[in-house]
């Protein structure tokens, strides 16, 4: 591991990696170079699938938690989609393999599903075709559940 981000990742995904649909092989995720999304994982069949992960965090209480000034306030409405919009606009090598992105949510506060799904899906339909990802996945750490599953 190259830092603390890397395992806090990998511990992530594996948590996730119980609720994806087709049953992920535990022992071939890994962490991925810089240039490659974050976890390179294989399905049971021997598919790989490339996953790209960004946690959901107000950065006020990213800062409040992880140290510096917090100037207090409300969350950002559009957490989720300035989250996702990050991801949207960078270009991993993949090579053919598939890529999903998988949005998470640890530290933050619970946000309720109608507050933020339509925005997100809005988002996604309107830029869909600058994505390299081909389905986005929002889960929540605490309750350990997959949240929603957006098909690109």
């Known amino acids: 591991m190259s830092n603390q981000q890397d395992q806090d990742e990998l511990t992530v995904f ?3 990696a119980k609720h994806f649909p087709s049953p992920i092989q535990i022992d071939s995720i890994r962490k991925c170079d810089a240039s490659e999304p974050d976890i390179l994982c294989q399905l049971q069949n021997g598919t790989p699938l490339y996953f790209e992960l960004v946690e959901c ?3 006020r209480l990213a800062r409040s938690i992880y140290g510096g000034f917090n100037e207090g306030g409300f969350f950002e409405d559009d957490l989720y989609v300035a ?15 598939r890529c999903d992105l998988l949005a998470y949510f640890d530290l933050q506060p619970i946000i309720p599903e109608r507050s933020w799904r339509a925005g997100v899906e809005a988002f996604i339909e309107k830029h869909v075709k600058e994505t390299p990802f081909h389905k986005v ?16």
């Open 57 to 59: 965090i107000d950065e």
């Open 137 to 152: 996945w929002i889960y929540s750490v605490p309750q350990d559940k997959v949240i929603s599953a957006i098909p690109l």
């Open 14 to 16: 594996h948590k996730f």
């Open 83 to 97: 989250c996702i919009r990050d991801k949207f606009g960078k270009r991993y090598k993949t090579g053919a393999h």
